[in-house]
């Protein structure tokens, strides 16, 4: 939902805890100062040190790479296999006759797969629990499922080895084919998740998912050996893939225009499709598709592929759930077909006559003429096991389909809170002042909602809708205010919407132990926590009072809050910290280590300041432990 509506992320309370609370994200060890050993396996997302790498690469590939995506086709196309999260599965599918061979169950939300080179197994990142699943092809069964990491996200296989990015832990893991032996790991700036590998399988090209930027990564070192960046204001970038002559880099994206003072419905993200230049690492702005005018409003680029001949691009566009044909050497559209619910993976049959479309939340793959430029048939991949009210949720919460989410398609609740997070975005000129995106995680737990605390049920995402999404509304007849009468009941669209966001859990840290418990580290910093009385504010278990205080922040003429809470702002939940930088409701803190050392003074009252009443290594380990955060309270009883 727009920002309006989250508001749980980082209000700070008026207790010198909330400055503890956002420091996690990096502080360093002091001069002489021993690493304790069990910190050296910390990921670099629990240590908040962004891997730097020269900028720029220089890429020699003469043929189409291997992208992760949602479907794989085996060598000779006969093949295709798609990934089914909600059900934690993956369907395998006879693309000579479109019919089922079989579905198979694997871990826990499954995001992407691919095929080995000789086409005897497949490889499943599951993002739920961490695992890399093995589907062999010829018995068309599970053959293993072991763990890799924390939270795999793309995955793909060339020659002996498979490689996945590591969305939690900002790692790129190489493992042996053969023994699934996880061989190397290195770290990454964050949040990596597209993944392909050139045609030579020499280079590794790596998308992040909030700062638009590419790595690229020697496969055989496992050495970073370049960066470059497809603007500041790119977003939502979770897929690559490379052209077939080897030349360009495809990068389905969402631009977020954060400092327009106007901002409208239309004004506010634009969809994009960014072409790099893989010889020069070069943003090749002439050849960008702007899909909004290439064909009309769509939202949500997430995937594409390309024509035979290489001259035509097909885009998939979750949040409106559609396809775009558009000619490259025009860079406008030639068809405009409607999918379905939350389509995710594209992938181009071997004779180039079909292309096969996966709709997440409907559990369907459609096949497309490409000749005709038509849908030819459909077939179910899986009855999600969802109850019917939730999973209507959540296809509203990842649709702009339809007038009364969105004005033209525009915008979904998932723009902003993609899977459920954050878009790591401050908006300049939101309605009430400058707004940090919260992540979703827990909400239905931490009522009020709103950086100002002033939606007190989550109902109240009916006023975001209108006026963020554009869209007329869920609810037949004005809203209310949203500290007056209840919207609960009034629709029950809006109920099943609220009840999907009910569903929303908080995703494992990295930083705990496997058992889930605290590492020594961060039990010391638990007992930081509590000595410098940051409970005061955010109370465990939520890690929230649920209340308003004014610690410091925010410039009062920029406050515009309609309730007149002016620069106190709603305590936010510390569970999940480690995942939602920037920090405060201004994002003005872009690290935890500067929530506790302001570059600049805050104005008053600053509770979070906590510099003069703690040592390095009490910040140090005080930052582990609300990185750490949710743990598992029964393990850590016993530790």
Same mark, same amino acid.
């Given at each position: ?16 805890l ?7 994200a990096?502080?360093?060890?002091? #001069? ?12 670099a ?10 900028? %720029? ?24 296999a ?9 369907t ?36 739920g ?8 092809l ?12 924390h939270?795999?996200y793309?995955?793909?296989?060339y ?9 939690a ?33 020499k ?37 690559i893939?490379?052209?077939?002559d ?9 631009r ?40 009309? #409003?769509?939202s ?40 379905g ?41 899986t ?47 939101? #309605? ?5 995106t ?9 009522l009020?909602?709103h ?7 989550l ?8 006026t ?18 209840q ?39 638990? %007992? ?9 504010c ?13 610690v410091?922040?925010?410039? #009062? ?15 936010p ?8 930088a ?9 690290s ?18 906590v ?10 380990d ?5 990185r ?12």
């Open positions: 939902m727009g920002h309006s509506v989250m508001g749980r992320f980082w209000a700070v309370g008026s207790c010198t909330l400055l503890c609370l956002l420091i996690s990096g502080c360093t060890l002091g #001069p002489g100062q021993a690493k304790p050993p069990e910190e050296e396996a910390l990921p997302s629990c240590t908040g040190s962004e891997t730097k790498s020269s900028e %720029g690469f220089a890429i020699q590939s003469s043929s189409k790479g291997i992208s992760s995506a949602p479907l794989a086709l085996s060598q000779d196309g006969k093949l295709l798609a990934v089914n999260p909600d059900s934690a599965s993956v395998l599918v006879d693309t000579q006759e479109l019919k089922v061979l079989r579905e198979i169950k694997v871990g826990k939300t499954p995001t992407t797969l691919t095929i080995s080179s000789d086409g005897k197994r497949a490889y499943v990142a599951n993002r629990d961490g695992a890399l699943s093995v589907i062999d010829a018995s068309l069964k599970l053959t293993a499922t072991v763990p890799i990491g939270q795999p793309g995955v793909v296989s020659g002996a080895y498979v490689f996945a990015t590591d969305v832990a900002w790692e790129v893991i190489k493992t042996e084919a053969a023994s699934l032996k996880v061989v190397s790991r290195v770290s990454t700036e964050p949040f990596p998740t597209g993944l392909a590998i050139t045609g030579d399988g280079t590794l090209l790596v998308t992040h998912l909030h700062n638009g930027r590419v790595t690229a990564i020697d496969s055989a070192s496992m050495a970073v050996t370049g960066t470059m960046g497809t603007g500041h204001d790119t977003n939502l970038s979770q897929f893939a490379i052209s077939a080897g030349k360009k880099a495809y990068l389905p994206q969402t977020s225009n954060v400092s327009n003072q106007a901002l409208l419905f239309d004004s506010t993200v634009f969809p994009v499709v960014n072409v790099v230049e893989l010889s020069t690492g070069k943003l090749l702005n002439n050849e960008r598709v702007t899909l909004d005018t290439a064909d009309r #409003p769509v949500m680029p997430i995937a594409v592929e390309f024509s035979s001949d290489g001259k035509t691009l097909y885009v998939i566009s979750s949040g409106s759930g559609d396809l775009s044909v558009i000619d490259l050497e025009t860079l406008r559209a030639v068809a405009h077909i409607d999918i619910s939350q389509p995710r993976g594209v992938m181009l049959s071997k004779d180039g006559n079909w292309l096969y479309v996966n709709s997440l939340l409907d559990g369907t793959l459609t096949e497309e003429d490409t000749r005709k430029l038509v849908k030819a048939a459909e077939v179910k991949l009855d999600i096991p969802m109850p019917p009210g939730i999973l209507r949720g959540k296809r509203l919460f990842n649709s702009s389909a339809g007038e009364r989410l969105a004005r033209d398609k525009w915008i979904s609740c998932a723009t902003c809170h993609f899977d459920g997070g954050h878009d790591a975005r401050t908006w300049e000129a939101f #309605p009430d002042g400058p707004r940090n919260p992540a979703l995680f827990g909400v239905a737990g931490t009020p909602v950086w100002s605390g002033d939606l007190d049920e109902q109240d995402v009916e006023i975001t809708i209108r963020i999404q554009a869209g007329k509304g869920l609810i037949d007849g004005e809203a209310y205010d949203s500290l007056g009468a919207h609960a009941g009034r629709s029950q669209d809006l109920d099943t919407l609220v009840a999907f966001m009910g569903t929303l859990k908080h995703e494992r840290s990295p930083c705990t132990l496997p058992s889930g418990g605290l590492r020594a580290a961060a039990l010391r910093g638990k %007992g930081v926590f509590d000595s410098l009385g940051c409970a005061s955010h109370t465990a278990p939520l890690y929230t009072d649920r209340r308003l205080h004014d410091g922040t925010g410039a #009062p003429a920029l406050e515009r809050n309609s309730h007149g809470r002016g620069t106190t702002f709603d305590t939940s510390l569970l999940g910290i480690w995942a939602t920037p920090y405060f409701h201004d994002g003005s803190a872009v935890l280590e500067n929530v506790l050392s302001p570059s600049t003074p805050r104005r008053g009252f600053d509770p979070h300041s510099g003069d009443r703690s040592t390095s290594r009490e910040r140090t005080l930052i582990l432990f609300l750490s955060l949710p743990f598992d309270e029964n393990v850590v009883k016993n530790q």
